[in-house]
């Protein structure tokens, strides 16, 4: 049986995360996956990319006060070092990373 990482084991890593809370429902969330997976091809040595749907996981969504969607949360050492919502292009994501790699 394979062992489940933590959310706290994902976050505490070296190589910053970059969290997508988004839903199922939801139109922005949508265009913004594939930029995202894009992102998360380019940038694979220097950041992790998870993604929580906010209808799956509601009580932790609303312990990180996820108000709407898409909201991108980016940990580093296990600390919330920027935070946004909306629809950002890969460049914009790419120049919020430049700060903290």
């Not at 930029?35 to 209808?55: C, G, H, P, R, S």
Request: aromatic share 10%; charged share 25%.
């Amino acid at each position: 049986m394979a062992n489940k990482k933590s959310f706290k084991d994902w976050v505490n890593g070296e190589i910053p995360v970059l969290v997508d809370f988004y839903a199922e429902w939801c139109g922005p969330c949508k265009m913004l996956a594939p930029v995202l997976e894009e992102f998360a091809v380019d940038q694979a040595d220097k950041v992790k990319v998870l993604k929580v749907d906010i209808d799956r996981n509601q009580a932790f969504s609303q312990r990180l006060k996820v108000k709407g969607v898409p909201t991108l949360i980016l940990y580093k050492a296990g600390k919330i070092v920027w935070r946004a919502s909306g629809f950002h292009s890969a460049d914009q994501l790419k120049k919020v990373m430049a700060n903290f790699v």
